[in-house]
């Protein structure tokens, strides 16, 4: 009875999808200092959203709302930063593949965090 358990074990282990990978959740400034360019500064690294002039974007950037109705500095026309969370896949060269979910937080959050380096 036990080789039959342990069968049914193994194969439904087997039939799992291969390794999942948890996304990361990034919190720092998020920054759209120029029309198209985009990115997130956290406290590991500066994470490329997505620049000028591509047609790549990760899957879910329609879940950044328009950041400049809420705590939000302009330091060019329209275009400036805030503080946010996002849950996010990134690849090895420092981009974001892939956004899960965004929250738009105060900017003192991340004027108050130490790791962090004030964006400009």
Not at 3 to 31: E, K, S, T
Not at 60 to 69: A, F, R, T
Not at 70 to 75: A, G, L, M, Q
Request: one cysteine or more; hydrophobic letters at 35%.
């Amino acid at each position: 009875m036990n080789r039959v358990y342990g069968a049914i074990a193994a194969f439904a282990f087997l039939a799992l999808p291969a390794v999942a990978h948890a996304a990361d959740n990034r919190c720092g400034w998020i920054q759209n200092p120029t029309p198209g360019n985009w990115w997130l500064d956290d406290a590991e690294d500066t994470w490329t959203i997505r620049t000028q002039g591509s047609e790549d974007e990760p899957e879910g950037m329609d879940l950044i709302p328009d950041i400049s109705e809420r705590d939000y500095v302009r330091t060019n026309g329209s275009y400036g930063y805030a503080c946010a969370c996002m849950k996010v896949d990134t690849d090895g060269d420092g981009q974001i593949t892939k956004i899960y979910s965004f929250k738009q937080l105060k900017l003192a959050q991340c004027r108050n965090d130490k790791a962090l380096k004030f964006p400009g």
